[in-house]
């Protein structure tokens, strides 16, 4: 069973950058496909971006497709969403989850979820 762990959320001026991280535990952290969703106030839950347990291929929603970045270090059970050039509309809580099968993020159902953590734009 895999325990995941946000981190990084804060208050970022818009056009700045932040990184969030997600700390799992669990021998099998390194199999698992990993993902992000957020929820803005008001709205509903939303697929974010997803990576292969290999690493080797990432999917991304497109009004964040040149600005985030996700990637992870098995090594460490670590996975991370790297956030470039902010936007208000990026305000939202951020969850990390965790899945068997990668294709699960898209249809919003992975198996396991971290916490969250709020990440507000401002300006």
């Known amino acids: 069973q895999v325990q995941l762990v946000e981190s990084g959320g804060g208050l970022v001026q818009a056009g700045g950058s932040l990184r969030l991280s997600c700390a799992g535990s669990?021998?099998?952290?390194?199999?698992?496909?990993m993902g992000w969703f957020r929820q803005a106030p008001g709205k509903e839950r939303e697929f974010v971006a997803s990576?292969?347990?290999?690493?080797?291929?990432?999917d991304y929603i497109d009004s964040v497709k040149g600005r985030f970045t996700i990637s992870r270090d098995n090594a460490k059970n670590t996975v991370y969403l790297q956030m470039d050039s902010m936007k208000s509309k990026d305000t939202a809580v951020y969850y990390c989850?965790?899945?068997?099968?990668?294709?699960?993020?898209?249809?919003?159902?992975?198996?396991?979820w971290g916490q969250g953590t709020l990440v507000t734009v401002s300006l």
């Open positions: 989850a965790a899945d068997r099968y990668v294709v699960s993020f898209r249809a919003g159902r992975p198996e396991v």
């Open positions: 990576i292969h347990w290999t690493g080797g291929t990432t």
């Open positions: 669990g021998r099998t952290f390194r199999s698992y496909a």
